[in-house]
């Protein structure tokens, strides 16, 4: 069963490398213009450069840009493979015939989503980490290296959890809708442009994005990344993140068996 | 001495689907004995419930009521089991669109526990059996009907399973693909392979199967050999309509 397993991940890291420019291409031009923008043409023209919050605002995007990228790329690692697997060919029954538990077969598709969006975070890093106007350098400093890693893991298990929970309950036809009203809404109120401590200032707002998990996430990166920038406690973003990443798991698991099995 | 289990058996198999408009009973009650280098026959027409059948004995659609085995494994308690020692070729093109068409072998051998370089002998193997060899390289899209379907029996038959399942395999090919096809059959039949064949070109099931079973509204209505039904109403074809009635359906 291991084999087969390692095997699906292979042929995973396979269709990865064939496609590795353009799958990561889309993956950092996003971050590396926002930072272009943001951090190096504003303050050249005469805008502050400085956040909510304090500090430079490149400091603030770094680890609001890793997360956000982590999360794209986890869900749609995931989502966009299966909404062809899923369609009217169904070839999701060549992997299916496999002898391996169908619930396995789920998680083989969390775990190569999940290495697919570590990989994302980690090249929009360097990019965001390097691109800002003199004066302008983000601080960043790493204190606590287990907690960067479970928050980095355990974000992107959640986001790849959620692509595979959503491209078996979505309709591949509204996939589009999905983009819409899930995916952009949670980046644009996910603390990637600013920390959540920010939002203190406008009470009702700082309460209703806890609903979105990409918050857990920019602040586990912020606290890891920036902590001399206010940020979430550690208990709250751990919790929610590891947490979860095992319920997500759990129920995408199970909505995926239902799809493919009649 | 035990006695050998039979290739494929079913008792009392069913399959009811619910759903928001009611419940449909595409299989009901139906039994079934296939014995090992059998080449047996599903026939009937179209929504008679041969693909739900098939779906069932191959761990994909889950039965709702009675039993059916492998190779004397249960298909609805271990699946896995039952998947070892099954191949498929489903009536979809399901061949994996990512990668190429030798990738399409190699990684369903290893899949099944092969090592690398042995999936890839056996892959190389079986393209050059099935005149595929020169299409090695290209992408299954790239593939014309009959060269994706050889494909996917050549796919099906990689880890050398006990059991071959074929759903309508030459549905929508040309006259002389389904010839090819059918010698290529013929072959795996020569060599003891057992198959279990769904089909609704009443031709293919003379030409090809030991032993037939015509099914219609997910009720088995005769099985026999061909000779033996053909005995009992002169062509096949008509044995068939008799059986399934003459309405035209939508």
């Given at each position: 069963?291991?084999?087969?397993?390692?095997?699906?991940?292979?042929?995973?890291?396979?269709?990865?490398?064939?496609?590795?420019?353009?799958?990561?291409?889309?993956?950092?031009?996003?971050?590396?213009?926002?930072?272009?923008?943001?951090?190096?043409?504003?303050?050249?023209?005469?805008?502050?450069?400085?956040?909510?919050?304090?500090?430079?605002?490149?400091?603030?995007?770094?680890?609001?840009?890793?997360a956000s990228a982590v999360v794209m790329q986890g869900l749609?690692?995931?989502?966009?493979?299966?909404?062809?697997?899923?369609?009217?060919?169904?070839?999701?029954?060549?992997?299916?015939?496999?002898?391996?538990?169908?619930?396995?077969?789920?998680?083989?598709?969390?775990?190569?989503?999940?290495?697919?969006a570590?990989?994302?975070?980690?090249?929009?890093?360097?990019?965001?980490?390097?691109?800002?106007?003199?004066?302008?350098?983000?601080?960043?400093?790493?204190?606590?290296?287990?907690?960067?890693?479970?928050?980095?893991?355990?974000g992107?298990?959640?986001a790849?959890?959620?692509?595979?929970?959503?491209?078996?309950?979505?309709?591949?036809?509204?996939?589009?809708?999905?983009?819409?009203?899930?995916?952009?809404?949670m980046?644009?109120?996910g603390?990637?442009?600013?920390?959540?401590?920010?939002?203190?200032?406008?009470?009702?707002?700082?309460?209703?994005?806890?609903?979105?998990p990409m918050?857990?996430l920019?602040?586990?990166?912020?606290?890891?990344?920036?902590?001399?920038?206010?940020?979430?406690?550690?208990?709250?973003?751990?919790?929610?993140?590891?947490?979860?990443?095992?319920?997500?798991?759990?129920?995408?698991?199970?909505?995926?068996?239902?799809?493919?099995?009649? | 001495?035990?006695?050998?289990?039979?290739?494929?058996?079913?008792?009392?198999?069913?399959?009811?689907?619910?759903?928001?408009?009611?419940?449909?009973?595409?299989?009901?009650?139906?039994?079934?004995?296939?014995?090992?280098?059998?080449?047996?026959?599903?026939?009937?027409?179209?929504?008679?419930?041969?693909?739900?059948?098939?779906?069932?004995?191959?761990?994909?659609?889950?039965?709702?009521?009675?039993?059916?085995?492998?190779?004397?494994?249960?298909?609805?308690?271990?699946?896995?089991?039952?998947?070892?020692?099954?191949?498929?070729?489903?009536?979809?093109?399901?061949?994996?669109?990512?990668?190429?068409?030798?990738?399409?072998?190699?990684?369903?051998?290893?899949?099944?526990?092969?090592?690398?370089?042995?999936?890839?002998?056996?892959?190389?193997?079986?393209?050059?059996?099935?005149?595929?060899?020169?299409?090695?390289?290209?992408?299954?899209?790239?593939?014309?009907?009959?060269?994706?379907?050889?494909?996917?029996?050549?796919?099906?038959?990689?880890?050398?399973?006990?059991?071959?399942?074929?759903?309508?395999?030459?549905?929508?090919?040309?006259?002389?693909?389904?010839?090819?096809?059918?010698?290529?059959?013929?072959?795996?039949?020569?060599?003891?392979?057992?198959?279990?064949?769904?089909?609704?070109?009443?031709?293919?099931?003379?030409?090809?199967?030991?032993?037939?079973?015509?099914?219609?509204?997910?009720?088995?209505?005769?099985?026999?050999?061909?000779?033996?039904?053909?005995?009992?109403?002169?062509?096949?074809?008509?044995?068939?309509?008799?059986?399934?009635?003459?309405?035209?359906?939508?």
């Amino acid at each position: 069963m291991t084999a087969t397993f390692l095997a699906m991940l292979a042929r995973e890291m396979r269709v990865l490398r064939r496609t590795f420019v353009a799958t990561f291409l889309r993956v950092v031009l996003q971050p590396l213009l926002f930072v272009f923008v943001f951090a190096y043409v504003i303050p050249k023209i005469g805008g502050s450069g400085l956040a909510a919050g304090g500090g430079s605002f490149a400091t603030v995007l770094v680890p609001g840009l890793v997360a956000s990228a982590v999360v794209m790329q986890g869900l749609l690692a995931v989502i966009f493979p299966l909404t062809m697997e899923l369609s009217w060919q169904r070839s999701i029954v060549d992997r299916v015939l496999a002898p391996l538990p169908v619930p396995l077969l789920a998680l083989e598709k969390i775990v190569a989503a999940s290495v697919q969006a570590l990989v994302g975070g980690l090249l929009v890093f360097p990019a965001v980490l390097l691109v800002h106007a003199k004066g302008q350098a983000p601080r960043v400093h790493v204190d606590n290296w287990p907690m960067f890693a479970v928050v980095l893991v355990a974000g992107a298990v959640l986001a790849s959890a959620a692509g595979l929970f959503f491209g078996t309950v979505v309709d591949p036809r509204q996939i589009q809708v999905l983009f819409a009203l899930v995916l952009l809404p949670m980046t644009m109120l996910g603390c990637v442009y600013y920390p959540w401590a920010a939002l203190g200032h406008i009470r009702w707002l700082q309460i209703a994005v806890l609903a979105n998990p990409m918050v857990y996430l920019s602040e586990g990166l912020r606290a890891t990344l920036t902590p001399q920038l206010a940020h979430m406690p550690a208990a709250a973003f751990l919790a929610v993140l590891v947490a979860g990443a095992v319920v997500l798991c759990a129920l995408a698991t199970r909505t995926f068996t239902r799809r493919v099995l009649t | 001495m035990s006695e050998e289990p039979p290739a494929v058996q079913a008792a009392a198999l069913g399959k009811t689907y619910r759903g928001t408009g009611g419940e449909v009973a595409a299989v009901r009650g139906l039994d079934l004995r296939i014995g090992h280098g059998e080449f047996f026959g599903l026939l009937g027409p179209n929504g008679a419930g041969k693909s739900t059948t098939i779906g069932m004995l191959t761990t994909l659609v889950r039965p709702t009521s009675g039993r059916a085995s492998v190779c004397g494994i249960d298909v609805a308690r271990r699946p896995v089991e039952v998947k070892r020692r099954i191949g498929v070729v489903s009536q979809n093109n399901t061949l994996d669109q990512e990668v190429t068409v030798a990738e399409n072998l190699e990684f369903r051998g290893r899949y099944f526990g092969m090592r690398r370089a042995l999936a890839r002998d056996r892959s190389d193997e079986l393209l050059a059996a099935f005149a595929l060899t020169d299409r090695r390289a290209a992408m299954p899209a790239q593939l014309s009907g009959g060269q994706a379907k050889r494909l996917m029996i050549c796919r099906a038959l990689v880890h050398r399973p006990e059991v071959l399942f074929l759903d309508e395999p030459t549905a929508g090919l040309d006259p002389q693909t389904r010839i090819h096809l059918w010698d290529t059959l013929r072959t795996l039949q020569a060599q003891g392979q057992s198959v279990l064949l769904t089909t609704h070109y009443l031709e293919e099931a003379e030409a090809l199967c030991d032993r037939v079973a015509i099914i219609d509204h997910g009720t088995l209505l005769a099985c026999d050999t061909v000779a033996r039904l053909k005995g009992t109403g002169g062509s096949l074809e008509t044995v068939f309509l008799n059986l399934t009635g003459r309405e035209y359906r939508q």
